[in-house]
């Protein structure tokens, strides 16, 4: 079996091998045809992510050669492989990768797979999505990120990762784990100083200890934030809960029936 690993430095797995690509053509290559995950990519976005708007002279060969050299690469990962995974068509490349062989679109179905679970099982889905934040290894394709698919590629799968993270959390506080995760929440708040979410995670979890006074700063500084940064006010939800604090509303004292609420998605 051959893995394939994003979320963190762009690697390829085997018990043949492996290789790290680091920057450069074929890196990019591989970027695109991973983000794109198993469809065809054309070759006309191939050039465009290779090359931008400067493509060299005779592009079509000048892609076949780099096409090739990548297809040997992987090729050498599988040597019992009878067929190529990099295969091309008229519409374009495409690499093909079987369910789970992408460590990226099977940490995309765990945390989907949790939030599902987390209004009857929180603790079930607390397992699935420490597990899966264990997943990532440093920032999409390593932080080196080319290319148009491959930055909005970069960008989806981070913005899986934080909602991950909301989802974790949230299981954490339906389990009455307020106190253990106070730290996390802080650090992830701090990184992500304008996701509300995480400010209204932080503030329920400092008033279920004991720390009001604590709560009620986090809304405030996260209420200057907003007013500085974007010339808003808070959300709705965010002032509700900080009137729901001042007033000691029992509705956010932690109860072992507490159904989650998470009805969004992204």
Known sequence: MLNFFLLGRLEAHSPFGRFAVRGGIQGTLLQVLLASEGRIVPAESLVGELWGESPPDGVANALHAHISRLRKKIGALEPHRTSSRLVGNPFGYQLLVAEGELDATVFV?????AQESLPRDPRRASE???AALLMWRGPVFGGDVHGVL???AAVRYEEYRIHALE????SELALGNHTHILGELREA???NPLRER???QLMLALY????QAEALATYRQMWSRLANDLGIEPSPVLRRTELAILGHDPDLDYRES?????????
């Not at 179905?109 to 797979?113: A, K």
């Open 109 to 113: 179905s765990e945390v989907r797979r």
């Open 128 to 130: 699935v999505l420490r």
């Open 150 to 152: 491959c930055q909005a």
């Open 167 to 170: 989802l974790f959390f949230e």
């Open 189 to 191: 708040h701090a990184a």
């Open 198 to 200: 995480f400010c209204e």
């Open 208 to 211: 279920r200890s004991g720390r």
């Open 258 to 266: 507490r159904a989650a609420d998470l009805s969004y998605a992204i």
